[in-house]
């Protein structure tokens, strides 16, 4: 039951009246969403994709005019961040963008979809190939629910990469993902291809290189939000896992293009950020999962392979802006500063072009490593005891720089509960081991993934 439900049903029914028009006025906006012409999100994406800056198609200065301010970011993060927490659709309107953050009121709008997404996009020009003014990108949001995976898919590369953009939404939509957000502009999309302020040597325009861009900011909101919310959960449970509220793990997977040439071993070259020597792909990971996956759902026609397998394949996404934030490194000094810790949550796929068109291969793998009923992973705590295991967590949780929860204890576990809990839907162990800014479970990396709630 929605709150629209619930405040009728609470209210006595001579105030029924006056509530009509404003409950004709939630689905009349519902019911004239510019996007109901489409019939996926597939098809949505192509006509965005008519309205991207493709290559050489803006100058130098239409490119900083096009840039959100400083003020534009803060208002874009804080309406992510409001669209992520919603539990229906009514937040989802255009007056939410008049009356709540009027700095982007004519730049960017918000429209419902098949009555399970909320779209935040610029408005879509009349002309059929005109640009979008802002050229900012967008964003889908699905709402929360129990058959969905909180993955979230990303496409910075526009065109240079050939169809990513359609796989991110194509793969976003089968797998009934969290979110996920296009870049609206090629990286190649600015003539002379200066270089980017953030990592020289990249161009401006590049998304993964350059940290004042939209697409960086929803990305930047779809980790943090997601990670607050989680914080919360703990904090709700005074510093320890409340095995009711069944928490996942949402993880942040980039899709990219490579050449035919590139990696010659590898269809599908899948990263955590890190090179082959990290001792993250020295025991059992995400990205090798992901790798098999691929390989035996298209049947060996796509090579899956990791860092740990193809060691002459640079394309590690070492540099990439984003997955350093997910890694823990401070968005001020994100530019320069390379990762020193990894976890699994930042997933960077280059694919050939085969790759990239397998939509159907790619949607099981990933329903096959990210659902939530295929993490049985072996348990591996202390033993202690015949019928008892020892766990030792350490948990510091901080938001905007307070620290809220700084928790170590150590807690005896019984078997029966391990053996029940390891057949959980929902591990929240393994949400404990990925998450890295907001949460820092150092002990895990000595116990490994398991799957079981703390109680």
């Known amino acids: 039951m929605n709150l629209l439900q619930m405040t009728t049903l609470l209210l006595p029914y001579s105030s029924l009246p006056f509530l009509i028009p404003f409950i004709l006025l939630f689905r009349l906006s519902i019911a004239l969403s510019p996007l109901n012409g489409f019939n996926s999100i597939s098809d949505l994406n192509s006509e965005m994709e008519n309205h991207f ?6 100058s130098p200065d239409q490119f900083q005019s096009r840039l959100p301010t400083i003020n534009e970011l803060n ?15 009514k937040v989802c309107s255009p007056s939410t963008i008049t009356e709540l953050f009027p700095i982007l009121n004519g730049t960017i709008t918000l429209s419902t979809f098949q009555g399970v997404y909320c779209v935040m996009h610029e408005p879509i020009p009349k002309g059929e190939k005109d640009l979008f003014p802002r050229t900012f990108g ?3 949001i699905r709402l929360p629910s129990n058959d969905g995976i909180d993955i979230h898919h990303s496409a910075a590369h526009f065109e240079s990469d050939g169809e990513v953009t359609k796989q991110c939404a194509t793969l976003f939509e ?3 993902s969290r979110s996920m957000v296009n870049n609206g502009m090629s990286r190649y999309s600015v003539q002379g291809r200066p270089d980017s302020t953030c990592q020289p040597g990249n161009t401006v325009a590049d998304a993964v290189h350059n940290i004042n861009m939209a697409f960086h900011a929803m990305l930047q909101v779809s980790l943090f939000t997601t990670d607050s919310l989680f914080c919360i959960n703990v904090i709700s449970s005074l510093g320890v896992f409340d095995s009711t509220k069944s928490a996942r793990a949402n993880y942040y997977i980039q899709w990219h293009g490579m050449a035919q ?7 599908a070259f899948i990263s955590l950020g890190a090179n082959g020597k990290n001792e993250i792909y020295q025991r059992a990971n995400v990205a090798d999962k992901l790798a098999r996956a691929i390989t035996q759902s298209s049947n060996g026609k796509i090579v899956g392979r990791t860092p740990f397998d193809d060691s002459q394949c640079n394309l590690v996404a070492g540099t990439n802006v984003f997955g350093r934030i ?13 990762a020193m810790f990894f976890n699994e ?7 050939k072009m085969d790759a990239r068109s397998s939509f159907s291969q790619w949607t099981n793998a990933l329903n096959s490593v990210f659902r939530p009923s295929q993490f049985h992973d072996e348990l591996k705590l202390r033993r202690k005891g015949e019928q008892k295991w020892e766990w030792n967590e350490s948990i510091h949780c901080s938001h905007n720089g307070d620290v809220i929860i700084d928790h170590t204890s150590s807690i005896d576990i019984p078997f029966h509960f391990l053996f029940l809990s390891s057949s959980l839907s929902h591990p929240s162990s393994f949400i404990l081991y990925s998450i ?7 002990s895990l990396s000595s116990y490994g993934r398991s799957s079981f709630d703390i109680v």
């Open 326 to 338: 997910v890694h823990g490194i401070n968005e001020k000094e994100v530019c320069d500063t390379p």
């Open 174 to 176: 089968m797998t009934k």
């Open 75 to 89: 208002a874009i993060r804080k309406l992510v961040s409001l669209l992520f927490m919603q539990k229906d659709l």
């Open 138 to 140: 967008y964003i889908v």
């Open 261 to 267: 040439t590139s990696c010659p071993v590898s269809d």
């Open 345 to 351: 949550r930042f997933i960077h796929i280059e694919q």
């Open 53 to 58: 800056a493709r290559e050489n198609s803006l």
């Open 436 to 442: 890295s800014d907001l949460i820092n479970l150092s």
